[in-house]
């Protein structure tokens, strides 16, 4: 029931460790899930050109079609709930019928971030000449890293890597290495549902190591 935990970097599912691994335990009976592997800085290196590539393939898409494939993952969320719970409740603790609605709510917010793609209007401004125009026009911002906590481990991830996608912008997410297998079946869902490589990356690794990277790697351009 457990997954086999891997990073996603590039389009590709990766097991072997950079940097080690770490045990994931049940927090029931401290008993051991799974063995999680660690990236280091050559990965994280491997990771942020992913996303860069990723970003110019995702960002030129049109916002109905980004939003399909949005809406697409939501479906395949919504089918595997019961799969998906049953990880959450597994690595985090929670019961499960609370893990279903999380993955509920997950579902949701793809949902909801697909439509805000669509709605991302822009602005004419007056202007103080007879013969211009002025227009503001939004437009992605590049590579987003995010990071996530334990507590609802889908949910809070889901909520950053909607909000990147539906907005046309790639995403490098690091979730907590307590809770890391719940968050693979969802990042499945939306690579069957057409997300090019790179444009979404799963990393785990040690915290500081990682922030300190991302946050100063040029190109990333907003952090969560």
Do not use: H
């Not at 709510?105 to 000449?129: C, F, K, M, V």
Request: a negative charge; charged letters at 25%; proline letters at 7%.
């Amino acid at each position: 029931m457990y997954p086999q935990l891997k990073m996603l970097i590039d389009g590709v599912w990766e097991e072997s460790p950079q940097s080690g691994r770490l045990e994931v335990l049940n927090p029931f009976d401290d008993s051991v899930l799974g063995e999680l592997p660690m990236i280091d800085s050559e990965g994280l290196a491997k990771t942020v050109d992913s996303a860069r590539r990723g970003f110019d393939i995702w960002s030129q898409m049109t916002p109905i079609e980004r939003a399909s494939i949005l809406r697409r993952g939501a479906a395949s969320i919504r089918a595997q709930e019961e799969e998906i719970a049953r990880v959450i409740t597994l690595e985090q603790g929670k019961i499960v019928a609370e893990a279903r609605v999380e993955v509920k709510l997950a579902a949701d917010a793809l949902d909801w971030y697909a439509d805000e793609g669509r709605r991302a209007y822009g602005r004419i401004i007056p202007s103080n000449t007879p013969d211009s125009c002025q227009m503001v026009i939004k437009e992605p911002v590049g590579v987003v890293a995010a990071f996530s906590p334990w507590n609802a481990p889908v949910m809070t991830a889901v909520r950053k890597i909607a909000g990147a996608l539906g907005a046309g912008c790639s995403i490098i997410i690091k979730p907590s290495e307590e809770t890391p297998g719940a968050l693979m079946g969802v990042i499945r869902c939306l690579q069957d549902a057409g997300l090019p490589k790179g444009a979404l990356n799963l990393i785990y690794g040690d915290g500081p190591l990682i922030s300190s990277v991302l946050i100063d790697a040029p190109g990333v351009e907003k952090i969560s």
